[in-house]
């Protein structure tokens, strides 16, 4: 009997969503660093056997919107509500159990098997996380608490155990060779967006969108040529940096990347254009493809 089902990994900012979605899958799907807020979209990574076909989504951090695209960050988080056959909570052990209230009570109402996954326990001691199991019981009595460390790898074995055994009996969703939903350009963009992350403080990494303009794909080589879209001249300034030596280290790191993900030689070309607050624009976001339905 074949099995299949959707599962989503949903929480608040900075819990460590896209770490264990990596871990789980085994591949670098969504893009994980120190920041806040780094995944913007609902991605998917799928994880086949013989037996069974899990496709397991990295949403982003839940959070209270100041502007349009936060709206769209938590649509598509709600929406990992929707269609969950289970359902990844994860938390941490700094953070408060009443944080989010408001999604939290949606998660409750679920139907679906719900785990709660208490990330960074190497952060705490025994006393304080049996305190946490048993305030977390008492805000999701039906779920089951997972202490885990996605640092580690601590616990994500009997987390995918316990996943395979919720998951309900079906036929695959998706080929048995396909590793995601997502498309090549969208790798490209959410890589050279990673190093944007790393490499830049205050507000600029969070004012920049990525889009792959030209993706050619030989035998042996891509020839990539991608936009960087800020809000502001001054962003612009600051991501280029000193006769371009600034936006040469994203583009040397991401070509690193790029060529482990695609396993080619990389051609890559980064240009930088103002987009003036794009971020609180409806039709800039859909052209971005923040349109979750």
Not at 242 to 269: C, N, P, T, W, Y
Request: charged residues 25%; proline residues 4%; hydrophobic residues 40%.
């Amino acid at each position: 009997m074949h099995k299949a089902g959707f599962v989503n990994i949903v929480g608040n900012p900075n819990v460590g969503k896209s770490t264990l979605m990596n871990l789980l899958v085994g591949e670098h799907i969504s893009i994980a660093t120190f920041k806040a807020q780094t995944t913007r979209h609902r991605i998917m990574g799928i994880v086949n056997t013989e037996e069974s076909q899990i496709v397991f989504s990295d949403t982003p951090g839940v959070l209270k919107p100041n502007y349009k695209l936060q709206e769209s960050m938590l649509a598509f988080s709600e929406s990992a509500l929707v269609d969950a056959d289970v359902l990844l909570y994860m938390t941490d052990v700094i953070e408060k159990t009443d944080k989010n209230a408001d999604f939290l009570n949606k998660v409750a109402r679920l139907d679906v098997p719900v785990l709660v996954l208490v990330n960074k326990i190497d952060l705490s001691d025994q006393k304080s996380l049996e305190e946490m199991v048993v305030s977390w019981h008492e805000v999701l009595p039906k779920a089951e608490i997972i202490p885990i460390c996605a640092r580690t790898g601590f616990g994500v074995d009997y987390v995918m155990k316990r996943v395979n055994e919720l998951i309900p009996p079906s036929p695959p969703y998706f080929d048995k060779d396909q590793l995601t939903d997502k498309p090549a350009r969208f790798f490209v963009s959410e890589i050279i967006r990673e190093k944007i992350l790393l490499n830049y403080e205050k507000e600029i990494p969070y004012s920049v969108e990525v889009v792959v303009e030209q993706f050619k794909e030989n035998r042996s080589r891509i020839l990539i040529n991608a936009v960087v879209y800020v809000e502001r001249e001054s962003q612009k300034a600051i991501l280029i940096g000193h006769e371009g030596s600034a936006m040469k280290r994203v583009a040397i790191a991401a070509r690193g990347d790029l060529e482990k993900f695609f396993g080619k030689k990389i051609f890559l070309e980064i240009f930088v254009k103002v987009d003036k607050d794009w971020r609180s624009s409806d039709r800039e976001l859909m052209n971005f493809g923040y349109n979750p339905q």
